[in-house]
């Protein structure tokens, strides 16, 4: 009797669709620089007590030209009897024209190569100092001799990315990685392998897309030319983690028996960090999964959740969730899940306004705080790009939420689980999904640009980095 009650609640939020808003157009704004300086030689020194003032190249920012070092002047002497001292010469240093390094270990653009810097002028004579002390006049100092010029800067290496990404900082917190997709951009600084696979309709062949550099961005212009004259749907997200967690396309579930169809792989092109990529739009009948998962939560075990979202394209469909669910495809009971949601369906739970919200889905309930009561701590977020966090403990869990182009995460609930049975403790299983709900309701839309699961509960000041280093890799820029 409880399946076919739950069973009826399911199919009514799944008609509780609402208007679909469109995804937001990408724009493009190249950045770059590198910086070097050249200093000068050592001053000329005139004859006993005279010091020549040294020349100081200029600084090279962005591989622009470095300056040689400015002449050397002999100084004034005052002589007892002494010989003057020549003039050494002022030698200008070279410049080297290095990437550009970006705050909070973001992504940092390729510097250009730095020109040669100009030859600094010898230094000027210095004169003979008085005689005193009945002694002879010291003769004039000699000019210092001229500079070298300095030499060309080397360029910076093309489409190189952070040396830092958000696995990373989650390792450092103790709480590392169990999953990481992007079509967009390596989660790990060194990560140099395949983001995603693109399926061409013409002929069914595939494609994988990888990184152009190490911890860098996605190598879009591949999939441009695979594509070209067809059209292209993404047939893999590959896990950069270890544990090889990929994602697929969906197959049929409790509330939809059929397979998911995959996502366009044109549905969005945008610019991130001056690099143009592409990203996963789910539309209605999309989704994707994997039940046969490594390292990923169970049971009560605690674990943390992140995923860069649209806060433009959305709806009130059940339900665009990427996160921990059942590995049978079915409603398995409270407790059985726990993903990030995100839209404004308000079956079950709300925050304040008319949304998007941040909320947590744990199964038979999207939950905005504790209980499936409005919780007015949990605002909307609609800007472009929104970061979206949900972490679990035993006992406990957290939502929060951000801007994922400036500013800091909120947090919108932290606290105890809810306190309808079967909540706690949670009975996770451990499958992952993208786009749809455990037993794949999947008549919701959303965005999805990249998103990590780790084992363990991070700390505030962890996700706060990882928040960092997603505003500093540059979306929409």
Same mark, same amino acid.
């Given at each position: 009797?409880?399946?076919?009650?739950?069973?009826?609640?399911?199919?009514?939020? %799944? +008609?509780?669709? /609402? =208007?679909?808003?469109?995804?937001?157009?990408?724009? #493009? =704004?190249?950045?770059?620089?590198?910086?070097? #300086? !050249?200093?000068?030689?050592?001053?000329?020194?005139?004859?006993? +007590?005279? *010091?020549?003032?040294? @020349? =100081?190249?200029?600084?090279?920012?962005? @591989?622009?030209?470095?300056?040689? /070092? *400015?002449?050397?002047?002999?100084? $004034?002497?005052?002589?007892?009897g002494g010989a003057p001292v020549a003039g050494a010469p002022s030698a200008g240093a070279q410049s080297a024209g290095a990437a550009g390094s970006p705050a909070n270990g973001g992504v940092s653009n390729a510097g250009a190569a730095g020109r040669a810097g100009r030859a600094g002028r010898g230094g000027e004579a210095g004169n003979g100092g008085a005689a005193t002390g009945g002694?002879?006049?010291?003769?004039?100092?000699?000019?210092? !001799?001229?500079?070298?010029?300095?030499?060309?800067?080397?360029?910076?290496? !093309?489409?190189?990315?952070?040396?830092?990404?958000?696995?990373?900082?989650?390792?450092?917190?103790?709480?590392?990685?169990?999953?990481a997709h992007s079509t967009v951009r390596a989660l790990y600084g060194a990560y140099a392998g395949n983001l995603y696979q693109v399926k061409r309709a013409s002929d069914k062949t595939t494609k994988d897309i990888a990184v152009l550099a190490p911890g860098g961005f996605a190598d879009s212009a591949a999939q441009d030319t695979f594509c070209m004259g067809t059209t292209c749907t993404i $047939?893999?997200? &590959?896990?950069?983690?270890?544990?090889?967690?990929? %994602?697929?396309?969906?197959?049929?579930?409790?509330?939809?028996?059929?397979?998911?169809?995959?996502? #366009?792989?044109?549905? %969005?092109?945008?610019?991130?960090?001056?690099?143009?990529?592409?990203?996963?739009?789910? #539309? *209605?009948?999309?989704?994707?999964?994997?039940?046969?998962?490594? /390292?990923?939560?169970? @049971?009560?075990?605690?674990?943390?959740? &992140?995923?860069?979202?649209?806060?433009?394209?959305?709806?009130? @469909?059940?339900?665009?969730?990427?996160?921990?669910?059942?590995t049978t495809n079915n409603d398995d009971g409270n407790g059985t899940m726990e993903a990030i949601y995100f839209g404004n369906c308000t079956f079950w739970g709300k925050g304040n306004g008319n949304g998007p919200w941040v909320m947590a889905d744990l199964e038979n309930g999207l939950f905005a705080g504790q209980s499936l009561a409005a919780n007015n701590a949990n605002t909307p977020l609609n800007s472009d790009y929104v970061t979206a966090v949900v972490k679990g403990k035993p006992g406990g869990f957290a939502i929060r939420g951000g801007n994922a182009q400036t500013g800091t995460l909120k947090t919108m609930y932290d606290g105890g689980r809810p306190t309808t049975q079967g909540y706690n403790p949670m009975k996770k299983q451990g499958a992952i999904i993208l786009g749809i709900g455990g037993d794949n309701s999947n008549s919701a839309i959303g965005t999805f640009f990249e998103g990590c699961m780790t084992s363990g509960y991070p700390s505030d000041a962890t996700d706060d980095a990882v928040q960092a280093n997603i505003v500093a890799a540059g979306y929409g820029l």
């Amino acid at each position: 009797m409880q399946r076919v009650v739950l069973g009826f609640l399911g199919l009514l939020a %799944l +008609a509780a669709c /609402g =208007t679909d808003a469109p995804p937001p157009p990408g724009r #493009s =704004t190249a950045q770059g620089g590198g910086s070097g #300086s !050249a200093t000068g030689g050592a001053p000329g020194l005139g004859g006993g +007590a005279g *010091t020549g003032a040294g @020349g =100081t190249g200029g600084a090279a920012a962005g @591989g622009f030209p470095a300056a040689g /070092g *400015t002449s050397g002047v002999g100084g $004034s002497l005052v002589s007892s009897g002494g010989a003057p001292v020549a003039g050494a010469p002022s030698a200008g240093a070279q410049s080297a024209g290095a990437a550009g390094s970006p705050a909070n270990g973001g992504v940092s653009n390729a510097g250009a190569a730095g020109r040669a810097g100009r030859a600094g002028r010898g230094g000027e004579a210095g004169n003979g100092g008085a005689a005193t002390g009945g002694g002879m006049a010291g003769s004039g100092g000699q000019g210092g !001799a001229s500079a070298a010029g300095g030499a060309s800067g080397n360029a910076g290496a !093309a489409g190189a990315g952070s040396t830092t990404g958000p696995c990373d900082i989650y390792a450092t917190g103790a709480t590392p990685c169990v999953a990481a997709h992007s079509t967009v951009r390596a989660l790990y600084g060194a990560y140099a392998g395949n983001l995603y696979q693109v399926k061409r309709a013409s002929d069914k062949t595939t494609k994988d897309i990888a990184v152009l550099a190490p911890g860098g961005f996605a190598d879009s212009a591949a999939q441009d030319t695979f594509c070209m004259g067809t059209t292209c749907t993404i $047939s893999i997200i &590959y896990d950069q983690s270890p544990r090889a967690n990929n %994602l697929t396309s969906a197959p049929g579930g409790g509330a939809k028996p059929a397979p998911d169809n995959e996502a #366009s792989a044109t549905g %969005l092109k945008l610019t991130v960090g001056g690099h143009p990529v592409y990203a996963v739009t789910i #539309s *209605t009948g999309m989704g994707y999964r994997n039940n046969e998962t490594q /390292g990923v939560a169970t @049971g009560d075990q605690p674990e943390g959740e &992140y995923m860069v979202t649209s806060g433009k394209h959305y709806n009130d @469909g059940c339900c665009f969730d990427y996160g921990n669910a059942e590995t049978t495809n079915n409603d398995d009971g409270n407790g059985t899940m726990e993903a990030i949601y995100f839209g404004n369906c308000t079956f079950w739970g709300k925050g304040n306004g008319n949304g998007p919200w941040v909320m947590a889905d744990l199964e038979n309930g999207l939950f905005a705080g504790q209980s499936l009561a409005a919780n007015n701590a949990n605002t909307p977020l609609n800007s472009d790009y929104v970061t979206a966090v949900v972490k679990g403990k035993p006992g406990g869990f957290a939502i929060r939420g951000g801007n994922a182009q400036t500013g800091t995460l909120k947090t919108m609930y932290d606290g105890g689980r809810p306190t309808t049975q079967g909540y706690n403790p949670m009975k996770k299983q451990g499958a992952i999904i993208l786009g749809i709900g455990g037993d794949n309701s999947n008549s919701a839309i959303g965005t999805f640009f990249e998103g990590c699961m780790t084992s363990g509960y991070p700390s505030d000041a962890t996700d706060d980095a990882v928040q960092a280093n997603i505003v500093a890799a540059g979306y929409g820029l």
